[in-house]
């Protein structure tokens, strides 16, 4: 079946850092893919998505590129601050986006340090 | 502020005991979900309903019962609590079946003893 592999966590840096976190997945067919972000005490909440291979999707600094050939959707943003601080959850759907279909990663502890 | 909103945020039952978790959303999404969140995994889907009138079974959907209320309310049941169900609970909805989930209330976290 279907399956999300994310980077362990916690990942800690320091503001204004790089951010890369890493997200691969198996499908059998052509998934759409997704970046939700859960802040302390909330519900999470959608990041961005990318539909079909070579899109990148992005929001609020953050940016992922659908790649086919490698079946990964990375997470990054160039300067990252405190306010950032969240898990990070990649996650797949299949072509029809059923909610049936909708497969998340263990998510990523994201820490950043003033 | 418009949402999803989820009651109660806490609670604490012994095995055996029933419950019923409520969810609305005043965004007139029609698709709403249940999922649970455990230390370590991802969310896995318990139930949905893609509109009102109809649900059906998620990943992980021995134990609960849901009933989509009308369009606004989604409600999900623990007839009989079991240890293995102590975990933190989302709600969330989108606006069709094909979308997925857009907004997730801030969840339940709910402790069977």
């Known amino acids: 079946g279907d399956s999300v592999t994310q980077m362990e966590g916690p990942v800690t840096l320091s503001e204004e850092a790089f951010l890369t976190i890493n997200c691969t997945y198996t499908a059998t067919g052509y998934p759409s893919l997704f970046w939700y972000v859960q802040y302390p005490g909330e519900g999470l909440q959608l990041l961005l998505k990318a539909t079909k291979a070579d899109d990148k999707g992005s929001n609020k600094g953050f940016e992922a590129t659908y790649r086919k050939e490698t079946t990964s959707f990375h997470l990054e943003k160039g300067s990252v601050q405190v306010s950032d601080s969240a898990v990070y959850f990649c996650a797949l759907s299949d072509r029809s986006g059923s909610a049936r279909q909708l497969t998340f990663g263990s998510g990523t502890q994201l820490t950043v340090l003033p | 502020n418009a949402g999803v909103t989820q009651t109660p945020k806490f609670q604490v039952l012994k095995t055996g005991q029933s419950m019923t978790l409520q969810c609305a959303q005043d965004m007139n999404h029609n698709s709403m979900y249940w999922y649970r969140q455990d230390p370590g995994m991802g969310l896995r889907l318990i139930y949905y309903?893609?509109?009102?009138?109809?649900?059906d079974k998620g990943e992980v959907p021995n134990g609960y019962n849901v009933s989509r209320l009308n369009k606004r309310e989604f409600s999900l049941r623990l007839e009989s609590a079991a240890p293995s169900q102590t975990s933190v609970y989302f709600c969330?909805?989108?606006?069709?079946?094909?979308?997925?989930?857009?907004?997730f209330g801030d969840g339940t976290r709910l402790s069977i003893l």
């Open positions: 309903s893609a509109s009102e009138g109809t649900t």
């Open positions: 969330a909805s989108a606006d069709r079946e094909s979308s997925q989930p857009q907004h």
